[in-house]
């Protein structure tokens, strides 16, 4: 069974940084992209973040480039995301992502707060 | 960027009934569309991939169809649990977008 946890979520002031992990099993993690999407209170979806099988492709929505590093560590069947310089508008519920497409992870929780 | 667009916003029908749901790209995206599902403080559930394929462990009631621009996804016969918010979702060309989703409630 297709497993992503997510981890590292919590409440941060505004200009602060978190660091998001996702832990997968049940799936040979070296054979995917793997993705961050989030959704902000009462919103919709937006893919934030997509990172190739040997970490050497990225790609980053227009809203968090330069401030937000996805990477993975394949020894470990993990995914992380690095946020920096924060604001109220990452607000949201963070979803560590297979692929393009899912299986989905149930989700951290990151509030920025003055 | 690729935008998305649902429709109907809001979808009212009663148990058993036929759901239609549709998803609108702005340029074309041949078959790379995802349809998925999410209920209030859950996170989506992948239905559909590359517009027809139905997920691993998904209802035959659930149906994709359509390629370029326009999609469809249908529910042939609602149960209670389908009850829920809808999303289209592209992965033809970054950035993936998703539409702004069908919310379907109980008539």
């Known amino acids: 069974e297709v497993q992503l946890v997510e981890s590292g979520g919590g409440l941060v002031q505004t200009g602060g940084s978190l660091r998001l992990s996702c832990a997968a099993s049940g799936f040979t993690f070296t054979n995917y992209w793997m993705s961050w999407v989030r959704q902000a209170p009462g919103k919709g979806l937006e893919w934030v973040a997509y990172?190739?099988?040997?970490?050497?492709?990225?790609y980053y929505v227009d809203s968090v480039k330069g401030r937000f590093t996805i990477s993975r560590d394949n020894a470990k069947n993990s995914l992380y995301l690095q946020m920096n310089s924060l604001t109220a508008e990452d607000t949201a519920v963070y979803y560590c992502?297979?692929?393009?497409?899912?299986?989905w992870g149930q989700g951290a929780l990151v509030t920025v707060s003055s | 960027e690729i935008v998305l667009t649902q429709s109907p916003a809001t979808l009212s029908l009663s148990p058993g009934e036929r759901a239609t749901l549709s998803c609108r790209t702005s340029q074309s995206i041949s078959s790379n569309l995802a349809w998925h599902q999410q209920k209030p403080g859950q996170p989506p559930r992948l239905l559909i991939f590359h517009a027809s394929n139905r997920a691993t462990g998904i209802p035959a009631r659930f149906s994709g169809s359509g390629s370029g621009t326009d999609f469809t996804l249908t529910i042939s016969s609602l149960e209670p649990g389908d009850f829920a918010v809808y999303y289209c979702?592209?992965?033809?060309?970054?950035?993936?977008?998703f539409g702004q989703g069908t919310k379907l409630e109980i008539k």
């Open positions: 992502a297979r692929g393009s497409i899912g299986a």
């Open positions: 990172i190739k099988q040997d970490g050497s492709q990225t």
């Open positions: 979702q592209h992965d033809s060309t970054w950035p993936y977008t």
